[in-house]
């Protein structure tokens, strides 16, 4: 994406350009990356809480000798059926596991179902990062799948005279 850039003026208190531009240099980039990429941030937040097709990966910390728990987070995740694309299961110690779901959905109803997840008695930690899909025309060309080989005739076998 070749974009022209367009340059604007940004004013702000010394202080905080004073802590920006550490936080630019600690990064290594530039203060127009920084606020660009800032910028970015916030517009895709706007559209996550519109509602719109996300990606999301869920986390949670809890203790499984809660009664009931796993139970529990076993269902709501087979409730999600297709949402849920993937997960992972990990046992930290004797008392506590983490739990990594990867879903893709609309950011409102997983930000919904997280929610009642990490509002479980037992969860100790819990959150959710929503990435908004890109909607365009190459995006939803795009695939994975392998290409189908074309089928071919298979030649005779020409014996040489």
């Not at 022209?4 to 550490?22: H, N, Q, S, Y």
């Not at 916030?42 to 519109?50: F, G, Q, T």
């Amino acid at each position: 994406m070749n974009e022209p850039l367009v340059r604007f003026g940004v004013a702000m208190e010394p202080a905080l350009l004073m802590e920006f531009d550490r936080v630019v240099e600690a990064r290594g980039g530039t203060r127009s990356e920084a606020l660009r990429d800032m910028a970015r941030a916030a517009v895709a937040r706007s559209k996550i809480e519109r509602g719109v097709e996300a990606m999301g990966v869920m986390t949670l910390v809890y203790d499984h000798h809660v009664r009931d728990l796993t139970e529990k987070l076993t269902e709501l995740q087979h409730d999600l059926g297709d949402k849920v694309r993937s997960s992972l299961h990990i046992h930290l110690d004797h008392d506590r596991c983490l739990e990594v779901v990867v879903m893709r959905g609309r950011s409102d109803q997983l930000q919904r179902i997280a929610d009642r997840i990490h509002a479980l008695r037992g969860v100790q930690h819990g959150g959710i990062e929503l990435i908004a899909e890109a909607h365009t025309d190459n995006a939803k060309k795009h695939s994975h799948a392998r290409p189908v080989a074309k089928k071919t005739k298979p030649r005779s076998k020409v014996q040489p005279r």
